[in-house]
Nanobody, 114 residues
Framework: QVQLVESGGGLVQPGGSLRLSCAASGSIFSIYVMGWYRQAPGKQRELVAIWRGTSTNYADSVKGRFTISGDNAKKTAYLQMDSLKPEDTAVYYC?????????WGQGTQVTVSS
């Protein structure tokens, strides 16, 4: 079993920055990928960014503005979000993948508004 705890969400003005953190605990040795997803009201959950230790992938909508990173030993993932836009408003979820299962955090709210 893997448990994920996110932190760092909040309210920010357009153009501002936030940094999300995701800490994994439990059977972290089996985690091979970590990522961030988001879900806005009335919309499906969508991929934001994925980190595989040596490689990253981003949704087109956040390229150049968001940066995913992590600590491979601790299985901690971060999402640095810059130049935030109102359309980035959503609940952000951390995801961790093992060879058999994917795990989700409880989510953290990010609101971009003036």
């Amino acid at each position: 079993q893997v448990q994920l705890v996110e932190s760092g969400g909040g309210l920010v003005q357009p153009g501002g920055s936030l940094r999300l953190s995701c800490a994994a605990s439990g059977s972290i040795f089996s985690i091979y990928v970590m990522g961030w997803y988001r879900q806005a009201p009335g919309k499906q959950r969508e991929l934001v960014a994925i980190w595989r230790g040596t490689s990253t992938n981003y949704a087109d909508s956040v390229k150049g503005r968001f940066t995913i990173s992590g600590d491979n030993a601790k299985k901690t993932a971060y999402l640095q979000m810059d130049s935030l836009k109102p359309e980035d408003t959503a609940v952000y979820y951390c995801n961790a993948g093992t060879p058999t299962l994917h795990y989700w955090g409880q989510g953290t709210q990010v609101t971009v508004s003036s």
